[in-house]
């Protein structure tokens, strides 16, 4: 545990209960105009759950990128997501039977649950794991490059990546003419290349002094986004998805590489050391259990939705309701996840 950085563990915990409200908080908005004030609070909401993957990529590089792991550890890793894809689908695939097709027919159709996996048809918020199986292929030669590059190579490698890769398709969005010529491309790097490394060189870098510096930066991303967002309603007379610009799952926006980076800065300043042994080891159960959490969220979120969500409703403004519903999702799937991790064979999945 002495070895162990708490801050990362409390970055997992808040990055998955992000997964939770990016799944469940869009419908509140979009029944919704600007003229309800209730509109403001879910897309703010909406543009802060948006950090979450860009969190865990840079997490996941803080912890990998300074290592030289042989290949065969790679290729374990690689093997133990394929593992949590292809058994976590498969119990997704099983209750979809049950509920629609029968059981014993269909859970024994395993042509019909490979084509599903490939094309991820089961569970629509896996595609992370496609994403990130990729990465641990990778990760043997990423590792290698990061301990041949110096620092400055690190940095025109993280500037050139999230520049091109997020800040200028940005800036293209709301200037069309600066969109960047069809064939114009620089192989490799990519927006998630660059939060890989940027995680990575950030948690090298002594802990940053004071917290406000990246609590506004927080707050400035997503201020700004909710701002743009009712511009873009406005543009586009409230019809069509004007949230799509800060949608893209595999190039996020510039405004949320700035909210990741100062919710990852500030994570560092609000843990430190002077945690007692007891709230440390929480915080440790908790980031273990991140990963369970991100597994099981969509189907506690199918489960609960008329079973918790609407009667909240009956209660609560939609605002509320959807909050309360969404602490109460993450509740049962860290509850869940415990479980699973008790258990020796599922343990090394999750």
């Given at each position: 545990?002495?070895?162990?950085?708490?801050?990362?563990?409390?970055?997992?915990t808040f990055a998955a209960f992000l997964v939770i409200?990016?799944?469940?908080?869009?419908?509140?908005?979009?029944?919704?105009?600007?003229?309800?004030?209730?509109?403001?609070?879910?897309?703010?909401?909406?543009?802060?759950?948006?950090?979450?993957?860009?969190?865990?990529?840079?997490?996941?590089?803080?912890?990998?990128?300074?290592?030289?792991?042989?290949?065969?550890?790679?290729?374990?890793?690689?093997?133990?997501?394929?593992?949590?894809?292809?058994?976590?689908?498969?119990?997704?695939?099983?209750?979809?039977a049950w509920v629609n097709y029968g059981l014993w027919?269909?859970?024994?159709?395993?042509?019909?649950?490979?084509?599903?996996?490939?094309?991820?048809?089961?569970?629509?918020?896996?595609?992370?794991?496609?994403?990130?199986?990729?990465?641990?292929?990778?990760?043997?030669?990423?590792?290698?490059?990061?301990?041949?590059?110096?620092?400055?190579?690190?940095?025109?490698?993280?500037?050139?990546?999230?520049?091109?890769?997020?800040?200028?398709?940005f800036l293209a969005h709301f200037a069309p003419a600066?969109?960047?010529?069809?064939?114009?491309?620089?192989?490799?790097?990519?927006?998630?290349?660059?939060?890989?490394?940027?995680?990575?060189?950030?948690?090298?870098?002594?802990?940053?002094?004071?917290?406000?510096?990246?609590?506004?930066?927080?707050?400035?991303?997503?201020?700004?986004?909710?701002?743009?967002?009712?511009?873009?309603?406005?543009?586009?007379?409230?019809?069509?998805?004007?949230?799509?610009?800060?949608?893209?799952?595999?190039?996020?926006?510039?405004?949320?590489?700035?909210?990741?980076?100062?919710?990852?800065?500030?994570?560092?300043?609000?843990?430190?050391?002077?945690?007692?042994?007891?709230?440390?080891?929480?915080?440790?159960?908790?980031?273990?259990?991140?990963?369970?959490?991100?597994?099981?969220?969509?189907?506690?979120?199918?489960?609960?939705?008329?079973?918790?969500?609407?009667?909240?409703?009956?209660?609560?403004?939609?605002?509320?309701?959807?909050?309360?519903?969404?602490?109460?999702?993450?509740?049962?799937?860290?509850?869940?996840?415990?479980?699973?991790?008790?258990?020796?064979?599922?343990?090394?999945?999750?």
């Open positions: 545990m002495k070895k162990r950085e708490i801050w990362l563990d409390g970055l997992r409200v990016n799944h469940t908080n869009s419908d509140v908005f979009q029944a919704l105009t600007p003229a309800n004030g209730t509109w403001w609070l879910s897309i703010a909401w909406y543009a802060l759950c948006k950090i979450a993957v860009p969190l865990f990529v840079m997490i996941s590089g803080a912890v990998l990128l300074g290592r030289e792991d042989s290949y065969g550890k790679c290729l374990a890793r690689f093997g133990r997501i394929i593992a949590a894809l292809l058994g976590f689908s498969y119990l997704y695939f099983v209750h979809d027919p269909r859970i024994f159709q395993l042509d019909v649950f490979v084509h599903k996996v490939w094309t991820l048809e089961i569970a629509d918020s896996f595609w992370y794991l496609y994403f990130y199986a990729g990465l641990m292929l990778a990760l043997p030669l990423l590792q290698r490059l990061a301990r041949a590059m110096s620092d400055r190579d690190v940095w025109y490698l993280i500037g050139l990546s999230l520049g091109l890769g997020a800040g200028w398709p600066l969109a960047l010529p069809e064939y114009f491309d620089v192989p490799g790097f990519t927006t998630m290349i660059g939060l890989f490394f940027a995680g990575w060189q950030l948690r090298k870098r002594s802990k940053p002094l004071h917290t406000m510096p990246w609590l506004i930066g927080l707050a400035f991303s997503v201020t700004l986004s909710a701002v743009l967002l009712h511009a873009q309603f406005t543009q586009m007379n409230g019809t069509g998805k004007y949230w799509a610009f800060m949608d893209n799952r595999m190039q996020p926006s510039l405004l949320v590489v700035i909210g990741a980076i100062s919710a990852f800065l500030l994570a560092r300043c609000l843990f430190d050391r002077s945690l007692s042994e007891c709230t440390q080891r929480a915080w440790i159960e908790l980031g273990s259990c991140s990963f369970g959490i991100y597994l099981l969220q969509q189907w506690v979120i199918a489960q609960t939705e008329s079973r918790l969500f609407l009667p909240l409703c009956n209660a609560l403004t939609a605002f509320p309701a959807v909050v309360v519903w969404e602490i109460a999702v993450f509740v049962l799937c860290l509850i869940a996840a415990m479980i699973l991790r008790r258990i020796p064979v599922i343990k090394k999945i999750v």
